[in-house]
Every structure is written in structure tokens, then in C-alpha cells.
């Protein structure tokens, strides 16, 4: 601070020295906001507004900042899990359409994991990089309470076609008690 300016102010009465001490911290905040907070702000309810409208298209979408504190009685009910000669048709039907060889669906065994019902199936199928892509493509496109929880692909011996043994895990409520 130059003499001359700390002159000035000494000199000022109080009241006008309080009033340019609030103008200064007005012009302060007013740049702070409009540089430093306002467009952050802006980008953050952009993203919010397409995050719901992508929320709005695709169910599995993750939910917005806002939405995330839903009760569950307000979500959505989940789908039913098919029963496991279910999924063991609804595998099948979709490996042969892809032009997979199925060697093998058994169902494994049925356990409690983080207070849902998971049942797994072990497929054993065979047949072309690309048609194995569409058929897991498949599985986690049509059936929403199926994951895939192992996957093991190699090639087979001397043939151009791939060997996959797939764990899928079909989640759903667990039994009331």
C-alpha cells in the first residue's frame, strides 16, 4: 500500500471506510462468482440433465447425484430371475442362434450373496470369436438379472474356432423368512 492511498484512507471517516471495504469484498465476490464458480455450476446441471435423460433410455444407466438418496420402495420392482431350466432354454436358444455348438449346461449350486439369491449355471459352447461376442451380447441384452460371473476362452486345437466355458449367475430376491 503506497503512502498516499494509506493517507486517503486514514483521513476518511469511518462509515465511508466501512462502505469501501464492502464495495471491495462486493467486487471480489461478484468476479470470484462469475469466473471461478458460475460456469462449474452450469457444466454440473448439464451433466445432470443428460445423465437423467440417459437414465430416462437405458434402465441399467447410472442413476443422478440427486436420485441416488431413492428409498427402495420408490425404485422400480427387479425383474424376476429365471429358474434355471429357464435359463438353461433361454442360453441355448441363444447360442444357437449366434451358430454356437453347446456342449454342456448344468446348473450350480444356489447361495445367499449380499442378501440376494444367486444361481449359477455352467455352459460349455464352442464356435467362432464373433459369434460368442453376440451370444454374450445376448445374455446381457434379454435377460437383466444374469451376469456373467466366470469366463474362460481359448482356441481350439487345429481349428478356427474358439472353446468358451461360461459361469452365469441369475440374481434374484432372496426367500422371505
Known amino acids: 500500500m503506497t503512502p498516499t492511498l494509506r493517507k486517503a484512507l486514514a483521513a476518511m471517516p469511518a462509515r465511508q471506510l466501512n462502505l ?3 464495495g471491495a469484498v462486493a467486487i471480489a465476490a461478484a468476479l470470484m462468482w462469475a469466473l471461478a464458480i458460475r460456469a462449474p455450476l452450469a ?9 437423467a435423460a440417459l437414465h430416462a433410455t437405458q434402465p441399467n444407466a447410472p442413476l443422478p447425484a440427486g436420485a441416488a438418496a431413492v ?5 422400480p420392482p427387479l425383474p424376476p430371475a429365471p429358474g434355471p431350466l429357464a435359463l438353461i432354454a433361454a442360453a441355448g436358444a441363444g447360442a444357437r442362434a449366434a451358430g454356437l455348438t453347446v456342449g454342456a449346461a448344468m446348473p450350480g449350486p444356489e447361495r ?3 442378501g440376494m439369491r444367486l444361481q449359477t449355471l455352467d455352459i460349455e459352447a464352442s464356435g467362432s470369436y464373433g459369434a460368442i461376442l453376440a451370444w454374450l451380447d445376448d445374455i446381457e441384452t434379454r435377460q437383466p438379472a444374469v451376469g456373467i460371473v466366470r469366463l474362460n476362452l481359448r482356441a481350439a486345437k487345429e481349428e478356427p474356432r474358439r472353446m468358451v466355458q461360461l459361469q452365469l449367475g441369475a ?3 432372496e426367500a422371505k423368512r
Open 20 to 22: 469501501v471495504a464492502i
Open 43 to 51: 457444466a454440473l446441471r448439464q451433466q445432470q440433465v443428460r445423465l
Open 71 to 75: 428409498s427402495s420402495a420408490e425404485l
Open 112 to 114: 445367499s450373496v449380499a
Open 171 to 173: 440374481y434374484g430376491e
